[in-house]
Antibody, heavy 114, light 110 residues
Framework: QVQLQESGPGLVKPSETLSLTCTVSGGSISNSYWSWIRQPPGKGLEWIGYVYYTGITNYNSSLKSRVTISVDTSKNQVSLRLTSVTAADTATYYC????????WGQGTLVTVPS | QAVVTQEPSLTVSPGGTVTLTCGSSTGTVTGAHYPYWFQQKPGQAPRTLIYDTSNKYSWTPARFSGSLLGGKAALTLSGAQPEDEADYYCLLSYNGARVVFGGGTKLTVL
């Protein structure tokens, strides 16, 4: 079972870009899908999208215009970028192996003040 | 976009059996939706319990089982334990690409 660790700023200003990195250890990033999921405080899970190790992506249609998920195989990392954030983007962001997800990271809370 | 529905809350007695369901606004849930089930305890990341309707991982307790029931995906817990108290989420896939989570079921063991 791989280990996944999300990292990035815990506070992002409105209208700016949220950038997170997921570092994968205990296994290769190759030959797998990698997902991002988020969970607003006290609410349910929302699928953001996934990237295949070759770079092929698929995004939630409600976020598609603002989201980019990419992979860096040399660093065994997966990245998430979400532009033009608002308070509604405040959430714990999880990276996960596979789509649908199998192994989950611990998550990282990102706050966008209103 | 499809809406995936779950019971907001359920209660089960210790040692009892409970079934959580997962429905789709588009109609009958089938194996082609590849239903997944996740367990999330307070302050923790979700943990995947069931994949592709009824398949378990090595870490999935034997008392959990997945199925299709009455046009929905179902997660049955037989012999509930206090540590099973958690939020449970299902997930359905649409056309092999789009993925939608249900709103979650808060399960109380009491």
């Amino acid at each position: 079972q791989v280990q996944l660790q999300e990292s990035g700023p815990g506070l992002v200003k409105p209208s700016e870009t949220l950038s997170l990195t997921c570092t994968v250890s205990g296994g290769s990033i190759s030959n797998s899908y990698w997902s991002w999921i988020r969970q607003p405080p006290g609410k349910g899970l929302e699928w953001i999208g996934y990237v295949y190790y070759t770079g092929i992506t698929n995004y939630n249609s409600s976020l598609k215009s603002r989201v980019t998920i990419s992979v860096d195989t040399s660093k065994n990392q997966v990245s998430l970028r979400l532009t033009s954030v608002t308070a509604a983007d405040t959430a714990t962001y999880y990276c996960a192996k596979n789509s649908p997800p199998r192994d989950w990271g611990q998550g990282t809370l990102v706050t966008v003040p209103s | 976009q499809a809406v995936v529905t779950q019971e907001p809350s359920l209660t089960v007695s210790p040692g009892g059996t409970v079934t959580l369901t997962c429905g789709s606004s588009t109609g009958t849930v089938t194996g082609a939706h590849y239903p997944y089930w996740f367990q999330q305890k307070p302050g923790q990341a979700p943990r995947t319990l069931i994949y592709d309707t009824s398949n378990k991982y090595s870490w999935t307790p034997a008392r959990f089982s997945g199925s299709l029931l009455g046009g929905k995906a179902a997660l049955t817990l037989s012999g509930a334990q206090p540590e099973d108290e958690a939020d449970y989420y299902c997930l359905l896939s649409y056309n092999g690409a789009r993925v939608v989570f249900g709103g979650g079921t808060k399960l109380t063991v009491l």
